[in-house]
């Protein structure tokens, strides 16, 4: 919306620019910060006030109220959402995709501009209570969330034929799959080294089962590879029941900054088969490979979550649109392409008193 149609709507000109706002709520780069301050404490609680809380949250000590918004300037008049939430004594403050401020009663000192962010979306919400449909108006799309299917997303898209393919021959693996019992650290290592082969090609061809190890694993091996007799199954027993649970991570074979990469958990009493898993998706075709490299090698093994990621690959998964999730983009001007397939949220104001 332009700014002087804003103006002569609401009365006023947004007191923010977009860029103030975003030095303010995310300067520390941290999900929140906390505040000790009664007067803001007190200016967050009049602005929840205006409004009913979600159904889902109307407890005494933990209630949420969304879709209130923040006007700024941002070359024209754009909005962004609020969400605030108190638990027991605390209220907190959260623009979408910035960082949050948690305010408690107390007096310390905090920069004036905070309370004026909340005198300016008290003063906002009076207009936008007999004004909802601005909202569509203010809402850039670059702030608006959605969800799309992740074939618009990815470079590459597994084959719906290919999938197929994967999938049965891996419920096919299963029916057939013996039962496994002690194993060695030997034995271990060699198992990861069919999938190390597998996902990392001419890199692993040269390296003993070993250095793959060293090489791609999280390397908080727990003393794993300081077992003495790694061809002894009652040495690597004895290991994986009393020492593997040190906090590390020994059966990360390959390592991941965020979250976890895959792991391969060795079969136990409880679990006579290895396990394959993977958590940052950033992997999945690695995974993917590992899996039917064991499946050749007839390793008694389950891939957990195999149709999540291979429904993943396929490009049948969905993606939110800016915000965060297990699978996510921020819409820019670059992805103007995909605009036509995103599925927007329904815009929504506060349930007003």
Same mark, same amino acid.
């Given at each position: 919306?332009?700014?002087?149609? +804003?103006?002569?709507?609401?009365?006023?000109?947004?007191?923010?620019?977009?860029?103030?706002?975003? =030095?303010?709520?995310?300067?520390?780069?941290?999900?929140?910060?906390?505040?000790?301050?009664?007067?803001?404490?007190?200016?967050?609680?009049?602005?929840?006030?205006?409004?009913?809380?979600?159904?889902?949250?109307?407890?005494?000590?933990?209630?949420?109220?969304?879709? /209130?918004?923040?006007?700024?300037r941002?070359?024209?008049?754009i909005?962004?959402?609020?969400?605030?939430?108190?638990?027991?004594?605390?209220?907190?403050?959260?623009?979408?995709?910035?960082?949050s401020?948690?305010?408690?009663?107390?007096?310390?000192k905090?920069?004036?501009?905070?309370?004026?962010?909340?005198?300016?979306a008290?003063? +906002?919400?009076?207009?936008?209570?007999?004004?909802?449909?601005?909202?569509?108006? %203010?809402?850039?799309?670059?702030?608006?969330?959605?969800?799309?299917?992740?074939?618009?997303?990815?470079?590459?898209?597994?084959?719906?034929?290919?999938k197929?393919?994967?999938?049965?021959?891996?419920?096919?693996?299963?029916?057939?799959?013996?039962?496994?019992?002690?194993?060695?650290?030997?034995?271990?290592?060699?198992?990861?080294?069919?999938?190390?082969?597998?996902?990392?090609?001419k890199?692993?061809?040269?390296?003993?089962p070993?250095?793959?190890?060293?090489?791609?694993? =999280?390397?908080?091996?727990?003393?794993?590879?300081?077992i003495?007799?790694?061809?002894s199954e009652?040495?690597?027993?004895?290991?994986?029941?009393?020492?593997?649970?040190?906090?590390?991570?020994?059966?990360?074979?390959? /390592?991941?900054?965020?979250?976890?990469?895959?792991?391969? &958990?060795?079969?136990?009493?409880?679990?006579?088969?290895?396990?394959? %898993?993977?958590?940052?998706?950033?992997?999945?075709?690695? &995974?993917?490979?590992?899996?039917?490299?064991?499946?050749?090698?007839?390793?008694? /093994?389950?891939?957990?979550?195999?149709e999540?990621?291979?429904?993943?690959?396929?490009?049948?998964?969905?993606?939110?649109?800016?915000?965060?999730?297990?699978?996510?983009i921020?819409?820019?001007?670059?992805?103007?392409?995909?605009?036509?397939?995103?599925?927007? =949220?329904?815009?929504?104001?506060?349930?007003?008193?």
């Amino acid at each position: 919306m332009r700014i002087k149609e +804003f103006e002569e709507l609401c009365g006023f000109r947004p007191k923010f620019s977009y860029f103030e706002f975003e =030095d303010l709520f995310n300067r520390t780069h941290t999900p929140s910060v906390r505040f000790k301050n009664t007067k803001l404490l007190k200016l967050i609680k009049r602005l929840a006030g205006l409004a009913y809380p979600d159904k889902k949250y109307t407890h005494v000590r933990d209630r949420r109220w969304y879709n /209130f918004y923040l006007p700024l300037r941002r070359g024209e008049a754009i909005v962004v959402p609020l969400t605030i939430v108190n638990y027991r004594n605390m209220f907190a403050l959260i623009p979408n995709n910035f960082t949050s401020i948690e305010v408690y009663p107390g007096n310390s000192k905090i920069e004036k501009y905070y309370y004026e962010v909340v005198k300016e979306a008290l003063r +906002f919400s009076k207009v936008l209570k007999k004004h909802p449909a601005m909202v569509k108006k %203010c809402l850039p799309l670059d702030i608006r969330t959605g969800k799309v299917l992740g074939k618009y997303v990815l470079a590459e898209v597994l084959s719906k034929k290919e999938k197929a393919r994967i999938l049965n021959r891996y419920k096919a693996h299963l029916k057939r799959m013996k039962f496994l019992h002690a194993i060695s650290l030997e034995d271990y290592l060699n198992t990861a080294a069919i999938c190390y082969k597998a996902a990392f090609g001419k890199e692993a061809e040269t390296l003993a089962p070993i250095e793959m190890y060293k090489r791609w694993a =999280d390397g908080r091996d727990c003393g794993m590879l300081k077992i003495k007799n790694k061809t002894s199954e009652r040495a690597f027993t004895y290991w994986l029941k009393h020492k593997s649970h040190c906090g590390g991570h020994p059966f990360e074979i390959v /390592f991941s900054w965020f979250e976890h990469g895959i792991r391969l &958990y060795p079969p136990s009493k409880e679990q006579p088969w290895f396990l394959l %898993c993977v958590t940052n998706y950033a992997y999945a075709k690695k &995974y993917i490979k590992m899996a039917e490299a064991l499946i050749k090698n007839s390793i008694p /093994f389950k891939a957990l979550g195999i149709e999540d990621v291979l429904n993943y690959l396929a490009g049948e998964t969905y993606f939110r649109v800016n915000e965060y999730a297990k699978h996510f983009i921020f819409y820019t001007p670059e992805l103007k392409s995909i605009r036509k397939y995103i599925k927007w =949220d329904p815009i929504k104001t506060p349930k007003w008193k």
